[in-house]
């Protein structure tokens, strides 16, 4: 591969780095290639972008980020595949139903600003709540109060209105 297009590679990915908040570094070595287009398939249903990556190419674009991500840079061996995001959990849910078969397995990632090396922190991974899962638990925990005070309002004028007539029908 000539220099210039190593260049225009560091660049893109550099480029993609800045346009997702939060990347997974994927062993996708065994995959046959049935089972790499299901898996294609699917992170585009997820709305994810799975690249293959040269890790010497992967490491610089990775070097020439604001952020430092030296701790992803021992994660860099054997093949590698960045799947791109820009909701934390959602690969982390993918690469769970895959599992199983141990294919793709997780190397390493980077999300919610944060870094997770290692296969064991798909769990964590996967319960990262979303920004719209987030914003979903305060609206229903703002709204618990409120829905409280309605109905006890409702029940004692409900209360009200039985006394009152009660005392009304009473002969005097």
């Known amino acids: 591969m000539r220099k210039e297009v190593k260049d225009t590679i560091i660049v893109e990915l550099g480029e993609k780095l800045k346009e997702f908040p939060h990347f ?6 065994g995959l046959n290639a049935q089972k790499t287009s299901d898996f294609r398939r699917k992170c585009f249903k997820s709305d994810i972008k799975l690249v293959m990556v040269k890790n010497t190419l992967l490491q610089k674009a990775l070097e020439k980020s604001d952020i430092d991500y030296s701790e992803l840079y021992g994660s860099l061996k054997g093949n590698t595949a960045v799947m791109f995001c820009n909701t934390a959990n959602a690969p982390a849910k993918l690469l769970k139903e895959y599992k199983k078969e141990g294919i793709p397995a997780l190397k390493a990632a980077y999300a919610e600003e944060m870094t997770f090396v290692g296969a064991d922190q798909l769990d964590a991974l996967a319960a990262i709540k979303s920004k719209n899962e987030v914003i979903a ?6 709204q618990s109060p409120i829905k409280n005070v309605v109905s ?4 004692g004028a409900n209360t009200i209105h039985g006394v009152l007539k009660t005392l009304g029908e009473r002969p005097e």
């Open 24 to 29: 997974y570094l994927v062993n996708c070595e």
């Open 137 to 142: 638990d305060i609206v229903a925990l703002l």
């Open 152 to 155: 006890s309002l409702q029940s």
